[in-house]
């Protein structure tokens, strides 16, 4: 028994040893394999993605985080493309109307400056007209505002219980004036200073009457910009009573922006037009700079002064200036076209071309100087003979966008999964500047581009491209009122948009074209002030060729425009805007 029990000892020991030989070595050789393979997959930068939702994109194998379904290789398309660029077909830049240039000294003559503004009233030849003494307005001559007055025309009339007092005592001291000459002349002396002329004085002290009421003249001619009394109204001495202006010199002011700074100087000559005399240039010179600037417009006030002697400029009427600029140094510089430059947060960036014969582009940030004739100085970050794109750059961003690259909205070149965060990946730290009048007539546009959501989402291609063609026009005037560069730029490529998708008839394309339109509204509806409305930001995974796309809506309920009916409820709120 005991010999049993040894033998069966010695074969599970035998057994067991026979086993770790066989199939341990196999088991370690098969561990070593893999993190031999995983380690060949990281290096050769295979990446993984997901069969439902491409956007997603990860360095190794796992589920997907929006289904769960397991990730498979990614397609080596990108092959052969450095990190960063991307490549678009001929048929794709040609449909987004991708253009390029050459970078170069493209200004060899004089440049200029542009300038917009309005005429305003001269405050060197304002003057307002002030109560020389105590009393109640009695009567008012003047009856509105923008009424013509000459010198020496009689403004109101004021009773005043102080000069009644002071005439009894010119008529006691004319008595006296024989033996207490001191106190005559006080007298009168009082009445000049209440701006009483030598003839009305006498007159009182022949006729021993005094008078109740008394005149006030005007000091100037001109025009009365502001009546600041009434009929009954008690003024005491010093009291304004009317403004006047003098127009036969205005004030044209402009702003200016920043990078403009360097170009303006005080005594530079400047032509000034305006669409009232569209055949009419007044010259001026700039008469001042404004030392500080407007931390919320980030411009500076620039004026002149114009000879206004026939009366044809009106104070409030818009104009615009030109100043040549002498060819210097800085007008050889290398320089590229102002549509080629797209503004991120505060860093400017450019697409360029390495290949003139391949579509493949790469974001490029760049160092701007002034913008002269239509055209940016290059200070850094390009070379000459470089090729960048000069239409349809915010285009080519969008494409960088949806393949994962760097782009304005996706600083990082990371894939823009749905999982993260929205507000980060639209780029929330880009800032738009707008002036009052462009915030008002965006909202005019925000009310134009939600009825044309609401047209695509009840499968209406008539009514859309109607609303598209409406919004091309409103858009188109946005970018011409004053902003900033970035807000131009968005404003202007959504001119574009707008004029891309009322040029398709077919559902199908203008819910294509929508994708860029509402990815454009989003940015600059984070930006926009004043809107006085709350917008939602939804999203659907599966639109845009399941890349994701988003649209704005006043509800938060979702009626899907890219789908209509036929999925009408599917997506979600990711953002809201206040």
């Known amino acids: 028994m005991k010999k049993n029990n040894v033998f069966v000892a010695v074969a599970a020991v035998v057994g067991l040893l026979l086993g770790y030989l066989i199939f341990g070595s196999n088991a370690s050789d098969e561990g070593s394999t893999e993190v031999h393979d995983h380690s060949e997959e990281m290096a050769s930068g295979q990446m993984w993605t997901c069969s439902m939702h491409p956007q997603i994109m990860q360095p190794e194998p796992g589920d997907c985080p929006i289904c769960g379904m397991d990730l498979i290789p990614a397609s080596s398309s990108d092959e052969g493309l450095a990190m960063g660029q991307i490549k678009m077909s001929n048929n794709a830049m040609a449909l987004a109307g991708v253009e390029t240039v050459t970078v170069g000294a493209g200004m060899t003559g004089e440049g200029s400056v542009k300038l917009s503004g309005k005429v305003a009233i001269n405050q060197e030849a304002d003057a307002v007209q002030s109560a020389y003494f105590n009393g109640r307005i009695e009567r008012l001559n003047i009856n509105f505002e923008g009424e013509e007055v000459r010198k020496g025309q009689q403004l109101a009339t004021i009773y005043s219980p102080e000069l009644v007092a002071a005439q009894q005592e010119l008529i006691t001291a004319a008595n006296l004036k024989a033996s207490q000459p001191a106190l005559y002349a006080a007298v009168r002396n009082k009445l000049s200073f209440w701006k009483l002329s030598e003839n009305q004085i006498n007159e009182i002290e022949s006729s021993g009457k005094v008078r109740e009421n008394f005149p006030v003249y005007a000091n100037v001619s001109g025009v009365v910009s502001e009546i600041m009394v009434e009929e009954g109204d008690y003024v005491s001495t010093g009291s304004p009573l009317v403004k006047v202006a003098n127009l036969n010199s205005v004030w044209a ?42 931390s919320s417009t980030r411009t500076l006030e620039v004026r002149a002064n114009l000879d206004n002697r026939k009366g044809m400029l009106k104070p409030g009427m818009f104009v615009t200036a030109e100043i040549q600029l002498e060819n210097d140094t800085e007008t050889k510089a290398l320089t590229v076209p102002e549509s080629a430059v797209l503004w991120t947060g505060e860093r400017s960036v450019v697409y360029v071309k390495p290949n003139s014969e391949e579509g493949i582009f790469e974001m490029r940030e760049v160092t701007l100087g002034n913008l002269v004739n239509g055209n940016y100085v290059i200070a850094a970050g390009l070379s000459s003979g470089e090729e960048v794109v000069a239409k349809g750059a915010f285009t080519v961003d969008a494409a960088a966008q949806l393949q994962g690259k760097k782009s304005m909205m996706n600083q990082e070149g990371k894939t823009m999964g749905m999982n993260h965060d929205y507000h980060s990946s639209m780029g929330g730290d880009m800032k738009m500047e707008f002036s009052e009048e462009a915030q008002n007539k965006f909202g005019d546009l925000l009310q134009v581009y939600l009825e044309l959501k609401d047209a695509l989402v009840a499968s209406d291609p008539e009514q859309t491209q109607k609303l598209a063609q409406k919004g091309v026009g409103m858009a188109s005037t946005i970018s011409g009122l004053p902003m900033d560069g970035m807000g131009k730029s968005h404003m202007s490529q959504l001119a574009i948009q707008f004029k891309d998708m009322a040029s ?7 819910r294509d074209a929508f994708v860029l339109l509402s990815q454009n509204m989003i940015q600059v509806g984070q930006q926009m002030q004043g809107l006085n409305v709350k917008l939602y930001v939804q999203q659907c995974p599966m639109a845009n060729q399941n890349n994701g796309a988003n649209w704005l809506s006043l509800d938060a309920e979702i009626k899907n425009p890219y789908y209509g009916e036929a999925m009408l409820k599917c997506g979600s709120v990711v953002s809201v805007i206040n």
Do not use: C, H, M, W
């Open 504 to 510: 398709k008839s077919d559902l199908e394309g203008q």
């Open 253 to 294: 002011v402009f702003d200016a922006y920043e990078n403009q700074l360097s170009l303006l100087k005080k005594g530079q000559s400047l032509e000034v037009r305006t669409k009232s005399y569209p055949n009419e240039t007044f010259s001026a010179k700039i008469s001042f700079v404004d030392p500080l600037l407007n």
